[in-house]
């Protein structure tokens, strides 16, 4: 006799996907916001007192 499959929970799935991905993206602002106060980043130009030429 066939049983149907038992269905499983959408909205859990969808909740560990959407706290995944801003987990992912905070470490990376974190790690870029340290790499910017230490100074060795190389990957940005930034001023940090602006110039008259601009």
Same mark, same amino acid.
């Given at each position: 006799?066939?049983?149907? $499959? =038992? !269905?499983t929970s959408k &909205? =859990? @799935? !969808? $909740?560990?996907n959407w706290r995944y991905k801003?987990? &992912?993206v @905070?470490? =990376?602002s /974190? @790690? /870029?916001a340290k790499s /910017? /106060? @230490?100074g $060795? &980043? !190389?990957n940005f130009i930034y001023y940090k007192d602006m110039?008259?030429?601009i």
């Amino acid at each position: 006799m066939a049983v149907p $499959k =038992k !269905r499983t929970s959408k &909205s =859990k @799935s !969808r $909740k560990a996907n959407w706290r995944y991905k801003a987990f &992912s993206v @905070s470490q =990376k602002s /974190l @790690s /870029l916001a340290k790499s /910017l /106060l @230490s100074g $060795k &980043s !190389r990957n940005f130009i930034y001023y940090k007192d602006m110039p008259d030429d601009i």
